[in-house]
T-cell receptor, first 113, second 113 residues
Framework: SQQGEEDPQALSIQEGENATMNCSYKTSINNLQWYRQNSGRGLVHLILIRSNEREKHSGRLRVTLDTSKKSSSLLITASRAADTASYFCATVSRGSTLGRLYFGRGTQLTVWP | EADIYQTPRYLVIGTGKKITLECSQTMGHDKMYWYQQDPGMELHLIHYSYGVNSTEKGDLSSESTVSRIRTEHFPLTLESARPSHTSQYLC????????????FGDGTRLSIL
């Protein structure tokens, strides 16, 4: 399978703490993307990191990419209750004609007030 | 601020009925996708389209069919619904280009009795 796999499956933290989620994948990629999904809603794109990038920031989000280990991490700093959601990584394989995304099963993050 | 709309949000219907799930986007995106997602699981691509009059099947075998007569509209049809079709169906769109972020609708949660 080309799908990314997130780790852990579930994470529960207090408001103000940092949350780190990891993603591993199997093939060479063009880019890797992180999405958030609130309960009962569609996915929302958070951040895209290209294969030649190692780190990217967006607000309280920090994404790293290690292509030698075929892994990525998403760090949410100073978490809030509103960050409670499922987080998915999705990869785009290098040379893919469609440029389609392969999703993992996600990490369920719960942030307690 | 959703620019991609799915209707209905929820549908409970009996076995054997014909169902059409609607998806429309106002962003002028050429690429559109249908995913199937069971609770706590990854997204599986069931159909995609490069543009008008272009449709292809995805990875997950599905008895559904799609059409793309207009750029903004990508409906999914089940000719005869069965309990095995119970799932959440997510529609997405993206601009042309490899591995562009996808914009998702809020999904249709389908239950077949």
């Amino acid at each position: 399978s080309q799908q990314g796999e997130e780790d852990p499956q579930a994470l529960s933290i207090q408001e103000g703490e940092n949350a780190t989620m990891n993603c591993s994948y199997k093939t060479s990629i063009n880019n890797l993307q992180w999405y958030r999904q609130n309960s009962g809603r569609g996915l929302v794109h958070l951040i895209l990191i290209r294969s030649n990038e190692r780190e990217k920031h967006s607000g309280r989000l920090r994404v790293t990419l290690d292509t030698s280990k075929k892994s990525s991490s998403l760090l949410i700093t100073a978490s809030r209750a509103a960050d409670t959601a499922s987080y998915f990584c999705a990869t785009v394989s290098r040379g893919s004609t469609l440029g389609r995304l392969y999703f993992g099963r996600g990490t369920q993050l719960t942030v307690w007030p | 601020e959703a620019d991609i709309y799915q209707t209905p949000r929820y549908l409970v219907i009996g076995t054997g009925k014909k169902i059409t799930l609607e998806c429309s986007q106002t962003m002028g995106h050429d690429k559109m996708y249908w995913y199937q997602q069971d609770p706590g699981m990854e997204l599986h691509l069931i159909h995609y389209s490069y543009g008008v009059n272009s449709t292809e099947k995805g990875d997950l075998s599905s008895e559904s069919t799609v059409s793309r007569i207009r750029t903004e509209h990508f409906p999914l049809t089940l000719e005869s619904a069965r309990p095995s079709h119970t799932s959440q169906y997510l529609c997405a769109s993206s601009t042309t280009g490899e591995g562009q972020p996808q914009h998702f609708g809020d999904g249709t949660r389908l239950s077949i009795l």
